[in-house]
């Protein structure tokens, strides 16, 4: 039986706008950190792996909900 390797692309969301991996060699979290420097909720935020789907791994970066100062 011969191994088949299958090629899985990336995606990557924030608020349902793409953002695409600066590099293929990135884990998810450095995608992030990368794009806190422009979007800095993002500094905190989340990575929800949503899976893969037809050969694409899908991630979904949430930025944490709460009140400053709440208790």
């Not at 590099?23 to 993002?42: C, I, W």
């Amino acid at each position: 039986m011969a191994v088949q390797v299958e090629v899985v692309t990336r995606k990557f969301t924030y608020n349902n706008m793409p953002l695409e991996a600066p590099d293929d060699s990135m884990t998810p979290e450095q995608v992030k950190e990368f794009y806190a420097a422009s979007y800095q909720e993002l500094a905190t935020a989340e990575v929800i792996d949503l899976g893969v789907k037809d050969d694409v791994h899908h991630f979904e970066f949430r930025r944490a909900v709460g009140s400053k100062g709440a208790e």
